[in-house]
């Protein structure tokens, strides 16, 4: 087994200032200390990590080259990728909703989009069995000429288009289980028949307007898109129940060539932004669960590209777990909150409720009689 794993130094210098992080109380403004959530750090300790345990040395350590204005374009208007370049050359600020970005941000974004772009086109070229971009920004919420929550272009988006245009792959799928919803990815696919994107995340988290389940694409998308919104504390077993009942059939019913996963943390037990109680367990069998998959359908090509989480002291423990079941390693990251999370996790009574609320998806899912 072959991992790839992607990354650039100069993508953890990407930074938003403090004012994103500004809260108004009785008219008046409190900093936030530390500014803006999406950080260098969740990254950069997750880095450091497989460093230090040695897994890296069981990874395929590369770079890669900025995406080009040629590949940005197949996602991103002229217009929107023009104003973006000026701001960033004439020293930063923000184009849409919680997109704060500095000097030089416009290329930073674009080597986070080529590290998503080179891993996908390393893992269909056959060099690669499997592999992951730590990318930063983020992507998962631009829309084509509208970015948001963090995200500046879209990097998943990005690389299929690139892909496509080298004749490397036809039928796509993406599986995005950030624990918020994946509204930029379905925005740029959403009347298309050749990608289908599949959203795990916490119901009316972020954008609380988009993620609803009754949002299956247009056109020839229509059904190429599967929002499986999940109320708040959902946990472990919640979301390998979501999982095996309703994305990894989509999956498996629509048979992609290739597999990619829009790999947050943020559904894990302690990140501020979310409230769903993964741990690094439930990081791990998901996994093995899509391993399993894309070697079934899609001949084992399996991309993750890294998306959202704000734990400093978690992110780095469930993203070592993910590429230690990628790559097979024997070299483990024992949790330091192993003791702690699952007993935080939902009662029976709670587990009932959230079979039925996954039952009544299955039952809208199933063709009429």
């Given at each position: 087994?072959?991992?790839g794993?992607?990354?650039?130094?100069?993508?953890?210098?990407?930074?938003?200032?403090?004012?994103?992080?500004?809260?108004?109380?009785?008219?008046?403004?409190?900093?936030?200390?530390?500014?803006?959530?999406?950080?260098?750090?969740?990254?950069?300790?997750?880095?450091?990590?497989?460093?230090?345990?040695?897994?890296?040395?069981?990874?395929d350590?590369?770079?890669?080259?900025?995406?080009?204005?040629?590949?940005?374009?197949?996602?991103?208007?002229?217009?929107?990728?023009?104003?973006?370049?000026?701001?960033?050359?004439?020293?930063?600020?923000?184009?849409?909703?919680?997109?704060?970005?500095?000097?030089?941000?416009?290329?930073?974004?674009?080597?986070?989009?080529?590290?998503?772009?080179?891993?996908?086109?390393?893992?269909?070229?056959?060099?690669?069995?499997?592999?992951?971009?730590?990318?930063?920004?983020?992507?998962?919420?631009?829309?084509?000429?509208?970015?948001?929550?963090?995200?500046?272009?879209?990097?998943?988006?990005i690389?299929?288009?690139a892909?496509?245009?080298?004749?490397?792959?036809?039928?796509?799928a993406?599986?995005?289980?950030?624990?918020?919803?994946?509204?930029?990815?379905?925005?740029?696919?959403?009347?298309?028949?050749?990608?289908?994107?599949?959203?795990?995340?916490?119901?009316?988290?972020?954008?609380?307007?988009?993620?609803?389940?009754?949002?299956?694409?247009?056109?020839?998308?229509?059904?190429?898109?599967?929002?499986?919104?999940?109320?708040?504390?959902?946990?472990?077993?919640g979301?390998?129940?979501?999982?095996?009942?309703?994305?990894?059939?989509?999956i498996?019913?629509?048979a992609?060539?290739?597999l990619?996963?829009?790999?947050?943390?943020?559904?894990?037990?302690?990140?501020?932004?979310?409230?769903?109680?993964?741990?690094?367990?439930?990081?791990?069998?998901?996994?093995?669960?899509?391993?399993?998959?894309?070697?079934?359908?899609?001949?084992?090509?399996?991309?993750?590209?890294?998306?959202?989480?704000?734990?400093?002291?978690?992110?780095?423990?469930?993203?070592?777990?993910?590429?230690?079941?990628?790559?097979?390693?024997?070299?483990?990251?024992?949790?330091?909150?192993?003791?702690?999370?699952?007993?935080?996790?939902?009662?029976?009574?709670?587990?009932?409720?959230?079979?039925?609320?996954?039952?009544?998806?299955?039952?809208?899912?199933?063709?009429?009689?």
């Amino acid at each position: 087994m072959t991992t790839g794993f992607f990354w650039d130094e100069r993508c953890f210098w990407h930074g938003g200032g403090n004012y994103a992080g500004m809260l108004p109380v009785g008219g008046l403004v409190q900093p936030m200390d530390g500014g803006l959530p999406e950080n260098p750090e969740t990254k950069r300790r997750l880095k450091n990590l497989i460093e230090v345990t040695g897994l890296a040395r069981d990874l395929d350590m590369r770079g890669a080259v900025p995406a080009t204005r040629t590949d940005l374009l197949r996602v991103h208007p002229a217009h929107y990728l023009d104003e973006f370049k000026a701001l960033s050359d004439a020293g930063g600020g923000e184009l849409g909703r919680r997109t704060p970005f500095g000097p030089g941000g416009y290329a930073v974004a674009a080597l986070s989009a080529g590290l998503a772009q080179a891993a996908l086109d390393a893992v269909l070229r056959g060099e690669l069995d499997n592999a992951y971009a730590l990318s930063r920004p983020p992507g998962h919420h631009c829309l084509p000429d509208y970015p948001n929550g963090f995200c500046l272009l879209n990097n998943i988006g990005i690389a299929i288009e690139a892909a496509k245009a080298a004749g490397l792959a036809q039928r796509f799928a993406v599986l995005d289980w950030d624990v918020h919803h994946g509204n930029g990815t379905e925005a740029v696919f959403y009347d298309r028949a050749d990608v289908l994107t599949v959203s795990l995340h916490q119901d009316r988290n972020y954008p609380m307007d988009t993620g609803a389940f009754a949002d299956r694409g247009t056109g020839d998308g229509l059904g190429c898109n599967l929002n499986i919104p999940l109320p708040a504390g959902t946990g472990h077993r919640g979301y390998l129940a979501a999982m095996d009942r309703l994305a990894l059939p989509a999956i498996r019913a629509f048979a992609p060539d290739v597999l990619i996963i829009a790999c947050g943390y943020d559904a894990a037990a302690n990140d501020p932004l979310g409230r769903m109680l993964a741990t690094a367990d439930t990081f791990g069998a998901m996994t093995a669960r899509v391993m399993t998959l894309a070697a079934d359908v899609c001949d084992r090509r399996l991309v993750m590209v890294h998306e959202g989480g704000y734990s400093e002291t978690y992110v780095p423990f469930c993203g070592h777990n993910v590429l230690q079941e990628m790559s097979g390693s024997p070299i483990n990251a024992p949790d330091p909150f192993a003791a702690v999370f699952p007993l935080r996790q939902p009662d029976a009574r709670f587990d009932a409720y959230l079979d039925g609320v996954i039952a009544d998806m299955e039952a809208a899912l199933r063709p009429s009689a």
